[in-house]
């Protein structure tokens, strides 16, 4: 029998940066157990370059990536959503769009690239960082026996991630 494969979007307001590195992340690491998806409520329309760079540095595919609505997934013939994560505290408080199926949500707060200032070589250093921060917690949800979990233990774990520490 083969395992369920589960549909996965991470939210950001902008969808410029940290929802665009969990999404790949996600379709990289754990490719065929998940299919991750990205967007924002507010979508910048590019991605921000530090991110790019380190994106195509680190051999990840980018040729698809774009920034877009939150929308495209709330209509008929979106993907049916099993997981929705928040990544930045703007859209934590904002009102989300009634997701078909009720996926499974929680808020995994990173800090964000496209508002760091500073020179080019200290805003690439902190993107790896928030990279490598957004990699620990997809890693640690990858690695959750989903199936095996009731919806409560589930939630409670999902939450628990976004505590992680940020070391």
């Given amino acids: 029998m083969s395992e369920k494969s589960y549909n996965v979007l991470f939210l950001c307001t902008g969808n410029s940066a940290r929802s665009i590195m969990a999404e790949c992340i996600l379709n990289r690491e754990v490719g065929g157990r998940f299919r991750a998806y990205s967007a924002g409520s507010h979508p910048r329309g590019f991605i921000e370059p530090a991110v790019l760079d380190l994106l195509t540095k680190s051999n ?3 040729k698809d990536l ?3 609505s939150w929308d495209e997934f709330a209509q008929v013939g979106a993907p049916p959503l099993d997981f929705v994560f928040t990544v930045c505290d703007n859209a ?3 009102v989300c769009p009634s997701w078909p199926g009720q996926p499974m949500t929680a808020h995994w707060g990173v800090p964000d690239p496209a508002a760091f200032e500073g020179a080019p070589v200290e805003k690439a250093l902190f993107c790896a960082d928030v990279m490598r921060m957004l ?3 997809i890693s ?3 690695n959750l026996r989903i199936e095996a979990l009731d919806r409560l233990s589930l939630q409670k774990r999902l939450d628990e991630i976004g505590k992680t520490p940020r070391e």
């Fill in 60 to 62: 990840y595919p980018t």
């Fill in 66 to 68: 774009r920034s877009k």
């Fill in 92 to 94: 934590v408080g904002e």
């Fill in 135 to 137: 990699y620990n917690r």
């Fill in 140 to 142: 640690i949800f990858s």
